[in-house]
């Protein structure tokens, strides 16, 4: 009988999340210096800080160390959507990327607490 372990691609949290720092480092890498030095920088910082943070959560043995990761990406996923929304309000970005984003930005909060639960119920420790 095969054994099959958990893999940090099995979370869709963290997949949507890398997807969207990448979509987000293209659209940035584009900019005029301003705005890649003012609100770029941030953003992308922010947007890699979600899969990033889940990345190390799912790396820390520790029931609590783990959530407590999961709960950083949350943080980090409400602080795009200022981004995001700042972003689109001075016309850095176009309404598809917005939406494109924002759509993401909207499912990640519920893919993160699923992960926070799953976490919660499976590990003892």
């Given amino acids: 009988m095969e054994t099959k372990f958990l893999t940090l691609e099995n979370y869709s949290a963290y997949r949507a999340s890398f997807a969207l720092s990448n979509y987000v480092w293209k ?10 030095d003012t609100v770029g920088k941030q953003f992308a910082r922010a947007v890699d800080s979600i899969s990033a943070n889940i990345a190390e959560g ?14 950083y990406s949350l943080g980090s996923v409400h602080e795009c959507i200022d981004w995001n929304n700042k972003c689109y309000e ?3 970005i176009s309404h598809e990327e917005y939406i494109h984003i924002k759509d993401t ?3 990640l909060p519920g ?3 699923q992960l926070i639960k ?3 119920l499976k590990l003892k420790y």
């Fill in 58 to 71: 799912f790396g820390r043995f520790s029931k609590k160390d783990k959530i407590r990761f999961y709960y």
């Fill in 105 to 107: 930005l909207d499912t």
């Fill in 90 to 92: 001075r016309s850095i």
């Fill in 27 to 36: 659209i940035i890498i584009q900019w005029k210096f301003f705005e890649k």
């Fill in 111 to 113: 893919e993160i607490n």
């Fill in 118 to 120: 799953y976490t919660n």
